[in-house]
């Protein structure tokens, strides 16, 4: 019988969990709201149910969480996660072990990620990856000879909090003009509102109404010809292609993976990046393709599955 696997995927708008064999096939899912609480033992609460209750529907040998934010995956601890105001400080593997009687392990959202799309998806067949996740925030994962690179204290891979404009929008990491202020759903949210706020777009307003102005609604409206969202989405997509060339020219991987809510605004986004890569055409940047996950909205669960089989294996 094949062996099976406990998987989350937490970010900022939806906390996911399911089974996974060795296989890929994910089964047993459950997708509920990320919690907003501020308070860490209540948030710990959500993700200790949220997880009991999919290990419940079979026998996982062992359980991943793959989360937003700066993670110790050594220590199984998160230290701080921007966009789940709860995951403060917050060692998640010791309260997940002693509930489910498992082993279990915390990663970055985007590494695992970046292990998924090795294990399972768009970079099978190579030896090094780079991989951003694009959706609420920006993450980023690499795999070395086939094995997640974590860095000196577990930290690597926040290709979020890359700055391209120290007088740009301030991040929720502190800092101004990371990538992650610029470009993130959060970032098109903020572009958003402010082509609202200035009347610039009546089909922007149309489209948005009394909702809270968001990412989608910016590439809705962009779909519907209004040129000014369509603007805002095309310089993220430059700013973005700049943070990736940046990046392959420093690591030389095979291939540059990329999943996350954001790559619903097709080629809007992805033309002006894949353009901005290639003017940076020094080196590796000229060459190394750059692939769309091949895991799509599983990318999370999956990446988080092949750390834990990653780490039965170790």
């Known amino acids: 019988m094949a062996r099976t696997v406990l998987a989350g995927d937490f970010g900022g708008t939806r906390f996911r969990a399911a089974l996974v064999t060795e296989d890929g ?57 921007p966009n789940i105001p709860g995951f403060r400080n917050l060692d998640l593997r010791s309260p997940l072990q002693q509930a489910l009687a498992i082993p279990a392990s915390v990663e ?16 099978q067949g190579t030896r090094h990856l780079l991989h951003a996740t694009l959706g609420t925030g920006i993450g980023g994962g690499m795999v070395f000879d086939g094995r997640l690179y974590r860095g000196a204290g577990g930290l690597a891979g926040e290709i979020g909090h890359l700055v391209l404009d120290p007088k740009g929008p301030t991040c929720n990491c502190g800092t101004r003009g990371c990538l992650e202020a610029l470009v993130s759903g959060v970032a098109f949210s903020e572009r958003a509102k402010k082509l609202l706020k200035n009347g610039m777009s009546k089909t922007l307003a149309d489209i948005v109404g009394d909702a809270e102005p968001s990412a989608r609604h910016l590439s809705a409206a962009a779909n519907a010809g209004d040129r000014l969202s369509e603007a805002e ?31 619903m605004m097709g080629d809007m986004l992805l033309d002006p990046m894949r353009e901005a890569i290639r003017s940076l055409a020094y080196g590796a940047a000229t060459n190394t393709p750059v692939k769309l996950s091949a895991l799509g909205d599983d990318a999370g669960l999956l990446g988080a599955a092949a750390v834990a089989f990653e780490r039965l294996d170790s």
């Open 108 to 123: 970055n959202d985007a590494s695992a990620a970046a292990l998924g799309e090795f294990r399972f998806g768009a970079g």
């Open 233 to 263: 989405i095309r310089n993220g997509g430059h700013l973005l292609g700049l943070g990736l060339g940046g990046l392959i020219n420093v690591l030389n991987p095979d291939v540059v993976t990329l999943s996350g809510g954001l790559l």
């Open 25 to 81: 096939t994910v089964s047993a899912r459950r997708d509920i709201p990320s919690t907003k609480a501020v308070d860490p033992s209540e948030a710990l609460t959500v993700v200790v149910d949220l997880m009991r209750s999919v290990a419940a529907e079979g026998a996982p040998m062992a359980v991943c969480v793959a989360t937003a934010g700066l993670v110790d995956a050594e220590a199984g601890r998160v230290s701080i996660a």
